[in-house]
C-alpha cells in the first residue's frame, strides 16, 4: 500500500480542524464496568504477546498510526508524512497537543526510542529496522526513517494492532532493555493507568486523560478521535464464566468481553443486552507439526495429514453448531480479508475416506513412528481442537500418545527441539486472532526461517521467505494479492502449519451502553446510550 | 507458659524451613516455564530464553534457592515474576478479603454447628437428630461451588439481596462489608458446619452418659446448664481440635469460594500463581499460609487449658 504524500498531508489538515471543532465531552464520575478475558498481569506491551495485554496497552499508550476497520493504517499521533527519495526517506510530523500522562510534552525522540525498543522485540518491527539506515528526531516534532530501499509497509507496521502493537512511551521509559518489563504506565493514549488502585487479580483501573486531545474524522478500529467518554474505566477480574454471566445479568457490570458459547446463548436471550461479533477476523485454529522430528519433518507426510483435516470438525467442535459461528473453509488468511484466497481449499470440506490414508502415509514414507500430540487440557477451546485432531491421526493409521497436560506445560515443551524419546513433541495446536494472520508481514505461522525463526515447529521453507521478501517490497495492492495467493499455494507444500478453521467469538454488554467499536475492545467512542 | 509458647514458636522455624524448602523443590522439579508464559504466544525460541535469563530462571537450584531464602530471612518474600510487585505487597492487598471470609465463616459456623451438635446429642435418635444428621451429611457432600452457585442464582440473581461476585472493605462500612461475604460465608462455612456438628455430637453424647452428669441430672440440674456448663465444657477439646483441623479445609475450601465470587483474596492469588507458574508468589503464599497453620495449632493447644485445667504445659 502507497500512501501519497498529498494525501496525507490534506487528511491530517482536515482532522486537525475536526479536532479543534470537536465538543469537549465530560461526564460526572462515569464509570465503566468491564470484564476482561483475564487479568492483566504484564502491563508491558512489549513484554509479552497476550493479547489482554494489547488490549490494555491501547487504554494509555498512542500509536503513531492506527489501523481502521478495513484494517488499513491511518495517521493517529502523527500528523502527515511526507516520503521522498523513491520511498527510501520517510518525514513524520507529529500532531500539536501531545501529552505524556506525566503532563510533559510529546516529543519526536521519545517516538524514536519507541520505535527503536518495539523494532527489538516484534516481528514486523524487526523487518522495519532491518530496512531502516536510520531513524532519528530531527527536530520536537519531526521523525525521520532513512531506508535501504523502499518500504510501503511501514504505516501498517506503525499503527498493527496485532501484538505486539508499537507504543508511543517517553524516552525515559523506551530506552528500557526490551527483555525487561515497564512498569510505570505512562503513555500518551486517551486513559491513564491508575497504578494505586490496582489490586492483581482483581481489578485495574484507567482514568480518562484530561490532557488528551483527539483527532478529528470518525472513529474506526484504533483510528480516528480516540474521544473518552467515561471517567473511569474499571477492569473486574471474575474468573468464574457463571459467575461473570450473573455480574452482567444482574447489572454490577457493563460488558463482558469474550463470553464462551454456553453463556453466550444465555445473554443473547436477555433482552437488556447486547451479545455480538466484533472481530470479523475471529479466531483461527492452526497446527503445528513439529518439522525437527519423524514423521514430520517429511514434507509428503505433512501434505497427507493436510489432506486429512476436516475443517468442520473442528469448527463445530469448538464453534457449536450454530453455523453463524464458525467459518470454513479457511485458508492462511482470514476469510473475507483482502489476501484470502480459495486456492487449494477445497480438501478442507471434502469429507475424508480414512481408510486411504494408511497406504497413502506409507508411500510418503511414514514408519509407524511415535507421534506426541501435545493436549492442554485446562483450556477449553485448546482442549477440543487437540482431541479433534488425536482422533483424526489414529483414524489415519499414526501411533499416536496424547500428553495431556496444563497449557502453561504445553507452552514450555513445544519449546523443546529434543527427540520424541527424550521429551520432544510431534505436534501441537492453538488459536489465534485472525488479525495475527491478516498479513504476510506479521503472520508469524507463515514462516519458513527454521530454527532461526524460533517459532515451534521450526518450520523450514526458504521459498514462502522469498515469497514474503516480495511481498513487502511490492509495490501496490494488486501485486501484493497475487504475492499473498502463491504464499498459500507454497504453504499448502511445504505446510509449515495446517489451517483448522475460523471460530467467531462474541462480545456481550448493556444495551445502557452504545458506540463499541471492534475488532479488539477499545474504550474510547463507548458511551451511555 | 509462656517458655512453651516461646518454645513452640521457635519450633516454627526448622518447620517453616523445611516447607521452604519442599515448596521450592517441587516447583523446581514441576513442569511449567514462566518466561514462556509471560511472553506470549507469538514469542520465539530466543525471546523466552533471554526472558528466562533476565528473570534468573536459568540459575541451578541452588543458587536460586540460596538468593530466595537470602531474601525471605530479610523479610522479603521477593518480587512477582508476572507482575513487577512485591509478594509481600501483593499478599498484603489480598489478605483482608481472605481474613474477613475466614472470621465470618469462622464465628458463623461455631454459632451454628456448636448448637447443632448439642441438640442432636440431646435429641439422639429422634427426628431432631436425624434431620441435623442429614444436613451434616448433606454439608459434606455438596460440593463448594455448587451450593456457591445455587446461593448466588437465589439471593443474588433472582432476588436482588445481596451482590454476585466482588468484595467490599470494612472501610466502605459494615454493611457493605458483611453484605459482600455473606453468601461466599454461606458457601464455606458448609462443610466446616457439618464437620463441627457431627463431632460435637458424638463428644457429647459420650459425655452425656458419665457419671457426673447422672449425678447432676438428680440434683435436678436444669436442663442448659447440663448441657452448656457441665457437658459442653467437657467435650470442647476435640471440638477446639476439630476446628483447629478444619482450618486446613477452611484454606482449601476459601480458594474455590473466592473464585465462584471474584473476592480478591490470597487462595484466587495462589491459584492464578501456580496456573501462571509465578514461583514467588507461589512460595510466598504457602510460607505465610504454613506460618499460620502453625500459630493455629498453638492456639488451639493453649486453648486446651482453657477447657481441661488437667492440661499443663
Known amino acids: ?95 500539536p497537543g501531545l501529552k505524556w500522562h506525566d503532563g510533559e510534552k510529546v516529543l519526536a525522540r521519545d517516538c524514536v526510542a519507541s520505535i527503536r525498543r518495539w523494532g527489538a522485540r516484534d516481528a514486523f518491527g524487526g523487518t522495519l529496522m532491518h530496512v531502516a539506515d536510520e531513524i532519528v528526531a530531527v527536530d520536537d516534532n519531526t ?122 446463548m444465555v445473554l443473547k436471550a436477555d433482552k437488556n443486552l447486547v451479545t455480538r461479533i466484533i472481530d470479523p477476523t475471529g479466531l483461527i485454529g492452526s497446527m503445528r507439526l513439529n518439522q525437527l522430528v519423524p514423521p514430520f519433518d517429511n514434507p509428503a507426510v505433512r501434505r497427507v495429514v493436510l489432506d486429512a483435516v476436516y475443517q468442520k470438525d473442528y469448527a463445530v467442535a469448538i464453534g457449536g453448531t450454530d453455523p453463524a459461528m464458525w467459518h470454513v473453509p479457511v485458508g492462511v488468511f482470514p476469510p473475507g480479508t483482502p489476501y484470502a484466497s480459495d486456492l487449494g481449499l477445497k480438501r478442507f470440506t471434502e469429507k475424508k475416506d480414512f481408510a486411504q490414508f494408511k497406504p497413502r502415509l506409507e508411500k510418503a514414507g511414514y514408519k509407524g513412528e511415535k507421534v506426541v500430540l501435545l493436549l492442554p487440557t485446562d483450556i477449553e477451546v485448546l482442549k477440543a481442537e487437540g482431541e479433534v485432531s488425536a482422533d483424526m491421526f489414529r483414524r489415519m493409521g499414526f501411533n499416536v500418545q496424547v500428553d495431556a497436560s496444563d497449557w502453561g506445560t504445553v507452552v514450555e515443551r513445544r519449546a523443546s527441539m529434543k527427540p520424541i524419546g527424550q521429551g520432544g513433541w510431534s505436534v501441537f495446536s492453538t488459536f489465534w486472532a485472525g488479525l495475527d494472520q491478516l498479513s504476510p508481514a506479521w503472520h508469524v505461522f507463515l514462516r519458513g526461517q527454521g530454527k532461526a525463526g524460533g517459532q515451534p515447529g521450526w518450520p523450514s521453507s526458504p521459498k514462502i521467505e522469498a515469497l514474503r521478501q516480495e511481498w513487502l517490497a511490492a509495490p501496490d495492492e494488486k501485486a501484493q494479492k497475487a504475492l499473498a495467493v502463491k504464499l498459500q499455494e507454497q504453504a499448502f507444500v511445504d505446510v509449515p502449519y495446517i489451517p483448522l478453521g475460523q471460530v467467531f467469538w462474541e462480545t456481550s454488554y448493556k444495551k445502557s451502553i452504545t458506540g463499541v467499536l471492534g475488532p479488539i475492545p477499545i474504550f474510547w467512542n463507548v458511551r451511555p446510550a | 507458659m509462656l517458655t512453651y509458647i516461646l518454645r513452640r514458636v521457635a519450633a516454627t522455624i526448622p518447620v517453616m524451613g523445611l516447607v521452604a524448602l519442599f515448596v521450592f523443590s517441587l516447583l523446581y522439579i514441576a513442569p511449567g516455564d514462566p518466561a514462556a508464559i509471560i511472553a506470549g504466544d507469538q514469542a520465539t525460541t530466543q525471546q523466552i530464553a533471554h526472558i528466562r535469563a533476565t528473570l534468573g530462571l536459568d540459575k541451578p537450584f541452588v543458587i536460586r534457592f540460596a538468593d530466595w531464602l537470602w531474601q525471605v530471612l530479610h523479610g522479603n518474600l521477593g518480587t512477582s515474576i508476572f507482575t513487577n510487585l512485591p509478594v509481600l505487597k501483593m499478599i498484603e492487598q489480598r489478605a483482608p478479603t481472605t481474613i474477613s471470609l475466614m472470621v465470618i465463616t469462622l464465628v458463623m459456623s461455631i454459632a451454628i454447628a456448636v448448637p447443632m451438635g448439642v441438640l442432636a446429642a440431646w435429641k439422639a435418635g429422634t427426628w431432631v437428630d436425624r434431620l441435623i444428621m442429614v444436613m451434616a451429611v448433606m454439608g459434606f457432600s455438596v460440593p463448594v461451588f455448587v451450593v456457591g452457585y445455587l446461593l448466588a442464582y437465589t439471593f443474588a440473581l433472582k432476588l436482588p439481596w445481596f451482590p454476585v461476585q466482588g468484595y467490599e472493605p470494612l472501610s466502605h462500612g459494615v454493611w457493605p462489608w458483611l453484605r459482600s461475604l455473606i453468601l461466599p460465608s454461606l458457601t464455606l462455612g458448609g462443610i466446616y458446619i457439618a464437620l463441627i456438628a457431627r463431632i460435637t455430637r458424638a463428644t457429647m453424647l459420650e459425655v452425656l452418659s458419665q457419671d457426673y452428669i447422672r449425678t447432676a441430672r438428680a440434683k435436678g440440674v436444669g436442663r442448659r446448664a447440663i448441657l452448656y456448663v457441665h457437658a459442653l465444657k467437657n467435650a470442647a477439646v476435640p471440638i477446639v481440635t476439630i476446628i483447629g483441623i478444619g482450618f486446613a479445609a477452611l484454606i482449601g475450601g476459601a480458594v474455590v469460594t473466592e473464585s465462584v465470587f471474584a473476592l480478591p483474596g490470597v487462595g484466587r492469588l495462589t491459584v492464578d500463581a501456580i496456573l501462571q507458574r509465578d514461583y514467588p508468589v507461589i512460595q510466598g503464599v504457602v510460607l505465610i499460609f504454613s506460618f499460620v497453620y502453625v500459630l493455629v495449632n498453638l492456639v488451639v493447644d493453649l486453648l486446651y487449658t482453657l477447657f481441661d485445667p488437667r492440661i499443663r504445659y
Open chain 1, 1 to 95: 500500500m502507497w500512501l501519497k504524500r498529498r494525501t496525507f498531508l490534506g487528511a491530517s489538515a482536515a482532522t486537525t480542524a475536526a479536532t479543534l471543532a470537536a465538543p469537549a465531552v465530560a461526564q460526572a464520575a462515569s464509570v465503566l464496568k468491564f470484564i476482561p478475558q483475564s487479568d492483566v498481569t504484564v502491563l508491558d506491551p512489549l513484554w509479552t504477546t497476550a493479547y489482554v495485554t494489547r488490549n490494555h496497552a491501547f487504554l494509555v499508550f498512542d500509536t503513531l498510526y492506527g489501523m481502521d476497520a478495513n484494517f488499513n493504517p491511518a495517521p493517529q499521533m502523527v500528523e502527515g508524512h511526507v516520503v521522498e527519495n523513491g520511498g527510501r526517506q520517510w518525514t513524520l510530523k507529529l500532531r
Open chain 1, 143 to 264: 521523525i525521520r526513517f532513512r531506508l535501504k530501499r523502499p518500504f510501503p509497509l511501514l504505516p501498517a507496521a506503525l499503527g498493527k494492532v496485532p501484538s505486539n502493537m508499537c507504543p508511543m512511551m517517553p524516552e525515559r521509559l523506551a530506552k528500557t532493555d526490551p527483555f525487561k518489563q515497564v512498569t510505570e504506565m505512562v503513555g500518551s493514549g486517551p486513559f491513564r493507568w491508575n497504578a494505586k488502585e490496582r489490586v492483581v487479580g482483581s481489578i485495574a483501573v484507567y482514568e480518562k486523560f484530561q490532557g488528551y486531545e483527539p483527532r478529528g474524522g470518525v472513529a474506526s478500529g484504533t483510528a480516528g478521535p480516540k474521544v473518552a467518554h467515561y471517567d473511569r474505566v474499571e477492569w473486574h477480574i471474575i474468573p468464574d464464566a457463571a459467575t461473570k454471566t450473573a455480574a452482567l445479568q444482574s447489572g454490577e457490570v457493563d460488558w463482558w468481553e469474550n463470553p464462551p458459547s454456553d453463556n453466550a
